[in-house]
């Protein structure tokens, strides 16, 4: 069963609210029903199976019945550097990126990507939260990925144990060495990046350069297929 959240917090209180998007999904979508079982989540991760006790025009009242024990997250602390690209590749990402358990996603301009519109991009967020939180929630993690505007820049040697960019020219393929717990993966966008951002990044040392196979991948094909990898190596699947 998918689970709501609730802003109310579960150890101060035996009863907790779903209002907003969260009572209009569960009321007019779901038409859930008084007495009816509801698992709920409250800001601290804590997750309950609840019973639904009262039901108004705005508010969905339920009560605490059994604590549940939500999956794990995974063990590998994944952040993903992708290139802004257009706006529905960009959602199909986030989507996806949060299903497969990545941390943190950064959003980078790139020289070849389509739109360097930055206050284009802070305006979406809120969107792409939203698309994040419902994957968190379809997928039953217990966090939802930070969504952020970052640049390549910003990438540094001591956050990450090992930062793994994607490049089709490259003959290395993605291989298990050691035991990996904090990682960086670097997504370019349709046409690649540039020589110049490249270069710029052979400056880290924990870099690898590796290749997702003999054929060119779209940004989002290239995402899914790099973050199941690293996921299966030193991840949860």
Known sequence: MSYFLTQDNFKSNDTVTLTGDEFTHAVKSRRMKIHESINIQDPSGTRYQCEIKEITSKKLTAA?????????????????????TSLATLEFIIQKATELGVTN??????????????????????????????????????????????????????????????????ANKLKPTKKLEKAALIIGPEGGLSNKEVNYLSRLKNLTTISLGNRILRSETACISAISILQHNFGDL
């Open 64 to 84: 605490k019945e059994q604590k549940l024990t939500p999956n794990t997250e995974s063990p590998l602390d994944l952040t993903l550097f992708i290139a802004i």
């Open 105 to 170: 996603i950064k959003l980078f301009p790139a020289t070849n990507s389509p739109s360097r519109d930055l206050d284009s991009i802070m305006r979406k967020l809120a969107r792409f939260e939203r698309i994040a939180i419902e994957a968190a929630k379809q997928s039953d993690r217990l966090q939802t990925p930070s969504i952020e505007v970052s640049s390549l820049n910003s990438i540094s040697d001591p956050d990450y144990e090992a930062i793994y960019l994607c490049h089709p020219d490259q």
